[in-house]
């Protein structure tokens, strides 16, 4: 038997997200065993009723889904928007939208490329919280080449609201990188200048204002890479399925920089240790 917060059962159960649950909840709307439910309380899904408006709560799949999409531009990254014409969640088998699955981050709504979706929290926040460092690469399509004092401050860093913006990378892309890029993209714009680019943990639309910053405005960006995984083949506006193999690389190379950077801090702060008692041995 495995009890859980009665508003992440919900939310798991595609009902609404965690604090829209707590709402329905604090309503009276959710009834459990046919008592009035609280907030907070812990429920077994499988052994007890759970009925919202009283209509039983949705029956919440025991399966993880791990999906991967060649995001076109002009979808927006999100679940819900009633503005948008097109979200990422239209470019999905519908099979899938039924599911609470959700974008792994995302892309800005001109953007195009890898972007990820799974309904596993524990796997998404791998990836996503800045400690595991998990690099995203992207060929970045400019009208003219950037110049040596351009490539120079997007290199040292660029000042943005957040603070200073830098690069992991910033390499011209190579003939066979571009040829590869062109053959998926509609159109191609073969006329464009195309750079790679690699961030470790982005702000929104990072490379976009880092690029405008020192003049030179991104005409495409698409994203090409996203730790282990490669674009690759995928068609645009097309899904598919991560393999097993797939799925557990993307985690555990997260996993793998995270302890590679506990490691250099230890090794940093006992540096620091050694320094501070040699300087205090030396003071009279």
């Not at 351009?150 to 860093?157: K, S, V």
């Not at 910033?170 to 714009?189: C, G, I, K, Y």
Request: hydrophobic letters at 40%; charged letters at 30%; aromatic letters at 4%.
């Amino acid at each position: 038997m495995v009890r859980l917060r009665l508003q992440k059962v919900m939310a798991d159960a595609g009902v609404e997200s965690r604090r829209g649950s707590e709402e329905l909840i604090r309503a009276g709307r959710v009834r459990v065993d046919g008592r009035l439910a609280t907030i907070g309380e812990k429920v077994d899904a499988e052994s007890q009723t759970i009925e919202v408006d009283g209509r039983p709560l949705p029956a919440v799949s025991t399966s993880r889904a791990y999906w991967a999409l060649n995001k076109t531009a002009g979808a927006v990254s999100t679940v819900k928007d009633r503005h948008a014409q097109q979200t990422v969640m239209d470019l999905l088998p519908a099979e899938l939208r039924s599911r609470r699955i959700y974008p792994v981050g995302r892309l800005d709504e001109e953007s195009e490329g890898l972007l990820l979706f799974t309904d596993d929290g524990g796997w998404a926040n791998l990836l996503l919280h800045p400690r595991y460092g998990v690099e995203r690469e992207y060929m970045v399509g400019l009208d003219r080449s950037v110049t040596k004092l351009q490539r120079t401050a997007l290199r040292e860093g660029v000042e943005l609201e957040e603070g200073v913006a830098r690069l992991q990378r910033l390499e011209d892309a190579t003939s066979a990188q571009v040829r590869n890029l062109l053959e998926m993209l509609e159109p191609a714009h073969p006329e464009l200048r195309w750079y790679r680019v690699v961030l470790g943990q982005g702000w929104k639309r990072q490379i976009r204002r880092m690029f405008e910053s020192v003049g030179a405005p991104v005409r495409r960006l698409v994203r090409v890479r996203i730790g282990t995984l490669k674009l690759a083949a995928l068609e645009p506006g097309q899904a598919r399925p991560l393999s097993h193999q797939e799925m557990t690389q993307l985690a555990s190379r997260a996993r793998a920089m995270a302890k590679e950077e506990g490691a250099a801090a230890a090794q940093a702060g006992a540096a620091a240790g050694i320094a501070a008692g040699a300087e205090a041995e030396e003071a009279p």
